[in-house]
């Protein structure tokens, strides 16, 4: 039986087709998939698909799979099926896991597999992903969703565990003082993520008016870098003691080195952004001051459960800055994105919602 898909050939070359259904193993479960959410990832994936190694002809050191790739990776959905030896109900709505680790590097000794060194992605680099009308996953990726929390709710799971996973690299508790470099949706879930866990002193960095507003009527404390005083305003938040931690959800040069003087003695610089181009530091804003700088790669499991549990109790509001589209309008919804347009976009999985 064939479905709907947006599947990933190679470079810019990105197109909806149809594929067949596929079928659920031992030990796996069939999703009806309900939304999935366009992420930067995938902009990478679509037009620099060499740097996030996706090749036709080299399979994935862990998934083994190659291009042409359905995309996806941020997703959620319902248990359609079940194969043998699963105790997953059919009909559990549910968040799905994606990454795929070695278990051998290092990182995954350390049981950070989302540092692995050959890290994949259900949806970017393995067989199936969310950007299609079903997949088939292992029954342990599968994270049931709470009474209250839907599946398009599901499908901003993975994201915003990229975010909370940033506030525990930062080490904050309710006292801490905070400032958000960006406000893409990374950024506006670690303002959420910061607010779930008693933050109450935050300030969100953002040149964009359009994103600045959104955040404003979100409830967040904001700030245009270009053309106001963020050092001012950090000042006034801390009483002149800079803050405890920041959180680079920019990836841009400047927005990392604006940041890191703003730390409070022995504050902590989050570097959640993937940079494309080497950044100029001074080590002696690290020495004097004791200053950290950490980076924070995906997310554990144990963030999902987080977030999901965040989202349940009333946390996180979507209001403004989620939108949703069908199949077809993929090809326009990565232009916009890529154009800097928008906030967060998902993309509905079946033809009926």
């Not at 990832?41 to 620099?48: G, M, N, Y």
């Not at 326009?332 to 976009?345: D, N, T």
Request: contains cysteine; proline residues 7%; hydrophobic residues 45%.
């Amino acid at each position: 039986m064939p479905m709907k898909a947006v599947v990933l050939h190679g470079k810019e070359d990105l197109r909806i087709e149809d594929v067949d259904v596929p079928t659920p193993g031992p030990g796996q479960v069939l999703i009806r998939n309900g939304y999935a959410g366009i992420c930067g990832s995938d902009l990478h994936a679509i037009f620099a698909p060499e740097a996030l190694g996706l090749s036709a002809t080299d399979p994935h050191s862990v998934t083994g799979s190659t291009l042409p790739q359905i995309l996806g990776h941020e997703f959620s959905g319902t248990v359609e099926a079940a194969g043998d030896g699963v105790d997953v109900p059919v009909g559990t709505p549910a968040a799905i896991y994606p990454v795929y680790a070695c278990g051998e590097c290092p990182a995954c000794r350390k049981g950070r597999e989302n540092a692995c060194a050959r890290i994949g992605f259900h949806g970017l680099s393995s067989d199936g992903g969310g950007m299609a009308e079903f997949t088939v996953v292992d029954a342990d990726r599968v994270h049931p969703l709470p009474d209250g929390v839907d599946v398009k709710m599901g499908a901003l799971v993975e994201p915003m565990a990229v975010a909370w996973h940033a506030t525990t690299r930062g080490q904050v508790t309710p006292e801490s003082t905070a400032v958000i470099v960006g406000a893409g949706p990374i950024g506006i879930g670690i303002y959420f993520a910061l607010k779930a866990q008693g933050l109450t002193r935050i300030v969100v960095s953002e040149p964009s008016a359009e994103r600045r507003t959104l955040l404003s009527d979100l409830g967040a404390a904001v700030v245009d870098p270009v053309n106001d005083d963020l050092n001012a305003r950090v000042a006034e938040l801390t009483d002149g003691q800079g803050v405890d931690v920041a959180f680079d959800a920019a990836g841009a040069p400047v927005a990392f080195q604006s940041t890191l003087p703003l730390l409070a003695p022995a504050g902590r610089l989050v570097v959640v952004a993937l940079y494309e181009r080497p950044v100029e530091l001074q080590p002696s804003l690290l020495a004097l001051g004791e200053r950290d700088v950490v980076g924070a790669m995906a997310y554990l499991p144990e963030d999902f459960t987080a977030v999901i549990q965040a989202i349940a109790s009333g946390v996180y509001d979507f209001t403004g800055w989620v939108e949703t589209i069908g199949v077809d309008d993929v090809h326009q919804a990565v232009e916009r994105l890529r154009s800097g347009a928008g906030a967060k976009i998902l993309v509905s999985a079946q033809a009926s919602q």
